[in-house]
């Protein structure tokens, strides 16, 4: 069996690029694998977050990813910071990797970028994204694009680790779904959906109600002309549509931009299926708000699970490194 490992930051409302670029692959691997799924809430202290909220984020994060399928039964699902050894491996890493490689994160440079004050976290962001991976021995990482240049680093950081201290981590690889690993905003199709709030009718959040979906999706921003093409460069809008279509459907790109001769059919297509593929898992997930406790008490025994894999990885690494233990 395989291991398998992926985390996600309660840092926002959840979207559907959250759903399509990893969720919906989390739920697919969870049971042909050892897997292993963390809210990652220390990586959520790198940027300004209200305590409160980050408290009542992190809960609702559980919601929703066991609104999307995943089995506790199954899966070990838990938060980050209810394991200490994602940090204590975090400092044995930082102390291999090195600040040129760090500065040459683009994720880092995006968020760095125009802020007067940079925490010094968000620069070793990808470090403790390590750590979280290499403590559990993981195969694979299944993550969206985005997450592509944050995984070469975490396999550099586990060879260079090994070729230094000994043969300690296992080197992990992404997987990254053929479509739907990059959804685009539906207002500015150039940049990627976010949590960020900056851009609420370009963002289709996993718990929007149907009747928002379809609105968001009819005003989604479209290119000059009329033909429906697949050209991510020439036609971001109708492109980022198709590619919807695709991911929620399973029916291909070209196939999907050969039914179409206009928008506004394509655009009632994607809203159907988007809200097909969405209300199930919100449904589930109003259920689980009302009983929090009952999530509180999965991420417990997660937690429980994934710290006894933890403490010997860490101790594998720390030992290796000549602490004393
Ligand atoms: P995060 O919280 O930004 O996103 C969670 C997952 O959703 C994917 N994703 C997308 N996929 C397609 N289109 C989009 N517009 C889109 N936006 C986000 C992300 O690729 C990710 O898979 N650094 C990570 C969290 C993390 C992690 C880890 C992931 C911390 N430790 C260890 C894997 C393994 C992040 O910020 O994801």
Known sequence: MATVFSGVQPSGDFHLGNYLGAFRNWVTAQHDNDAYFCVVDLHALTLEIDPADLRRRTLDAAV???AVGLDPEVVTLFVQSQVPEHSRLAWLLECTATMGELGRMTQFKEKSTGSESVRAGLFTYPVLMAADILLYDVDEVPVGDDQRQHLELTRDLAIRFNNRYGETFKVPRATIPKVGARVMDLQHPEAKMSKSVESPLGTV????????IVRKVRRAVTDAGTTVEH?????PGV?????????????????????YDAYGPLKQDVADAVVALL???????????????????ILGAGATRAHEVAQRTYARAATAMGLVL
């Open 64 to 66: 929703v990813l066991l």
């Open 205 to 212: 959040r996993i718990l929007d109600d149907p009747d928002d």
């Open 231 to 235: 050209d991510p460069a020439g036609k």
């Open 239 to 259: 492109s980022n549509l198709l590619e919807l279509l695709a991911a929620s459907t399973g029916v291909g790109v070209a196939e999907a931009a050969d039914r």
């Open 279 to 297: 209300s199930p898992v919100r449904e589930r997930a109003l259920e689980l708000r009302s009983d929090l406790g009952e999530v509180e008490r």
